[in-house]
């Protein structure tokens, strides 16, 4: 069973479905990801909205989209929204704290502070 996320004209995921595995051929459609994405696209039939596939297994495109994802079509990734403002994407397209997590449990971020506080 594939997974496929219906992303707008912003290009935030709104929604994410199952679908048609992009080997299977069905009444003349598929064969491969890109048809299946193009039949989605052409199925929702809404202006500015587009469909990628997306791994439940982080196969492609970094990692399984979710609602408020954002797709990043240069360099074809599904991206987490932003937790905090002061975090920064980083070269794998993973947010990261301006300072790293100290070791072990109980640790929270406090965007007040731009600090890592124990519970």
Do not use: C
Not at 84 to 94: K, Q, R, V
Request: net charge negative; no cysteine; aromatic share 16%.
């Amino acid at each position: 069973m594939a997974h496929y996320a219906w992303i707008n004209q912003n290009n935030l995921v709104i929604g994410v479905t199952t679908g048609v595995d992009e080997d299977v051929t069905q009444q003349g459609v598929g064969g491969s990801t890109a048809a299946w994405e193009l039949f989605y696209t052409q199925a929702i039939n809404q202006e500015g909205v587009y469909v990628k596939r997306t791994s439940y297994n982080n196969n492609i495109r970094k990692q399984y989209a979710g609602i408020g994802y954002t797709y990043d079509a240069i360099n074809d990734v599904f991206i987490r929204p932003q937790p905090y403002p002061s975090w920064s994407l980083d070269e794998n397209f993973d947010w990261q704290p301006p300072t790293p997590k100290p070791e072990g449990f109980g640790w929270y971020w406090n965007e007040d502070n731009l600090e890592w506080v124990s519970e």
